[in-house]
């Protein structure tokens, strides 16, 4: 980690830490603590909100909200909560208690709110609930920060890059979990974008597990 970073001691509240440990998710707390550091970094430096791509049932958003509190902006995080594609029956991650009976679907909104208002942070972040790239395309503001951890596919990964690393203020961080460079760990999707967002411009600055952390040049 570079001195890109301002702030990169930044850490929750052991409170905020425990919520986030206790919520539903996968993502491991060294990745979550360098999520959060970039996050009020990002947010210290510009003043614009952090966003997620990828809610799940609110870890990470845990971290993401707090980061807006501390930094007095906001967090935004969008999902259409019925499940990524591992997330579906008959795959890896499917879990059958987040099913909504009435329907038939994955509906991940309901544990998502409960996460929020458990750890007292529903007043900084709100929840965007649809397809990203639908969000995206209405999306008309500038961004601190844009952490991709959505579907893993490459319509989906892609997506998500191309509908929102264009948001992102001069300066600001682009956030990508789950990048394997050996096919061996895991799905190649996030890996490419990553590649990607190197080829266009964008440093890497920090490394954290899966979790890259890249800085928007401004040249």
């Known amino acids: 980690m570079t001195d890109a970073i301002a702030r990169a001691d930044a850490r929750p509240a052991p409170e905020v830490l425990a919520a986030f440990e206790a919520a539903t998710g996968f993502m491991p707390v060294d990745e979550g603590l360098a999520l959060y550091a970039a996050a009020v970094d990002a947010a210290t430096r510009t003043g614009l909100p952090v966003l997620e791509i990828g809610t799940y049932c609110g870890r990470s958003a845990i971290l993401l909200a707090d980061a807006a509190r501390r930094t007095g902006t906001v967090a935004l995080t969008v999902d259409h909560h019925r499940g990524s594609e591992e997330q579906q029956p008959g795959w890896e991650y499917h879990d059958p208690t987040l099913v909504d009976p009435a329907v038939g679907l994955m509906d991940t909104l309901p544990t998502f709110r409960r996460t929020l208002h458990a750890a007292g942070l529903e007043d900084h972040l709100i929840a965007l609930v649809g397809r990203s790239p639908q969000v995206a ?43 394997f460079p050996d096919p061996a760990d895991g799905g190649q999707a996030p890996y490419r974008v990553h590649q990607r967002a190197l080829r266009e411009g964008f440093e890497e600055i920090s490394v954290t597990g899966s979790l890259r952390v890249l800085r928007r040049s401004g040249g």
Do not use: K
């Open 137 to 179: 395309a209405v999306w008309g503001g500038r961004l601190a920060l844009v952490f991709i951890d959505g579907g893993h596919t490459d319509e989906h990964a892609t997506g998500d890059y191309e509908g929102w690393a264009p948001h992102l203020a001069e300066d600001g961080l682009l956030v990508i979990h789950d990048v």
